[in-house]
Every structure is written in C-alpha cells, then in structure tokens.
C-alpha cells in the first residue's frame, strides 16, 4: 500500500494515510494477494503438458479415483516446544514434548480418496535421497502403488 499511495501523490497529487487505502480497497471487494504466476506457464512445451493433463488425465482420474495417489509431508520441529508456561501460584505447568527428541521429524504418506497408504516417519528433513528412497521408479506404475512401503530411517550424516 504505500507504492500505490505513492503514486497516487505523485501522479495525482492525493495524500492518503496507507492504512486507508487498504481498507477503502478491502470494503471496495479488492484483496491481497501475493501469488505470484509462474513465466514458465506460457512455454509452448509446458502448454502442450497442461493440455494432455486436462483432456485425457483429469477425466480418467475422475473415472477411477481410487488409483489416484497424492504423496503428502509434514514436518514437526521438536525443539520449539515451549519450556516454560503459565499455571496457578504454587502449581507447575504439565506438558509433553512430541516424540520426547529434539530435533525435526518428517511424515510422509500417500493420500487416497478412500485411505492413507505408505506411512513414513524420517528423522530429520526430507531431502532428494530420502524422498527416492521413498517413491522408487516403479511406484507410480504399480497397481497397486506403496502398500508395502513403511518404516523408519535416519537422513542425518
């Protein structure tokens, strides 16, 4: 907002207060917005992609959802769990620290329209090697993709 007071000054000559204008625009139904689009979209090789996607996988997608397989991660960084908080004189404050380590833990899983599959827990964060050692080449041709898939290991050096 205070670009755009900016130029209203110097283009228009009107002084305005930025918290104003933002709201003048808020109740004018503008919003703030900081997606930004990606120059790439308009390459001929990607637009060629894009349209494959829609008219020939989307619709087979929709056809049989069940084999449609959305791989997803959390982290949790155990330590930035709060050490100290708030409880009545004479009382100490309980809480538990996730997972009892002090250090990020990664989660990741396959998503389907009917269940979770392929549980992770890696220690640390995931990286290149950690995520090709959970989608190996043949995963995302298999017909029945990662329901052997699960365990634990360790990306630290």
């Known amino acids: ?4 007071a900016a ?3 110097a283009g228009r000559g009107v002084e305005l207060d930025p918290s104003n204008l ?14 930004l689009l990606a120059s790439e979209k308009e390459r001929a090789d990607l637009k060629a992609e894009r ?10 997608m929709r056809v049989i959802p069940g084999r449609v397989v959305f ?21 100490r ?3 538990d620290a996730p997972f009892g380590k002090w250090n990020t833990q990664t989660f990741i899983a396959g998503l ?10 890696i220690e640390g964060a995931i990286n290149g090697e950690a995520f090709d050692t959970y989608e190996p080449p043949n995963w995302r041709y298999s017909s029945n993709p990662a329901m052997w898939w699960s365990g634990t290991i360790s990306t630290s050096t």
Do not use: Q
């Open 112 to 121: 389907r329209c009917h269940e979770l599959i392929a549980p992770w827990v």
């Open 51 to 60: 349209d494959e996607w829609h008219k020939h996988r989307l619709p087979a």
């Open 7 to 9: 130029l209203l000054l």
């Open 22 to 35: 933002s709201k003048f625009l808020f109740r004018a139904g503008f919003t703030y917005k900081k997606t």
């Open 71 to 91: 791989i997803d991660e959390t982290s949790v960084k155990t330590n930035m769990t709060p050490l100290r908080g708030r409880s009545l004189k004479g009382d």
């Open 93 to 95: 404050p309980l809480a």
């Open 1 to 4: 907002m205070p670009e755009l």
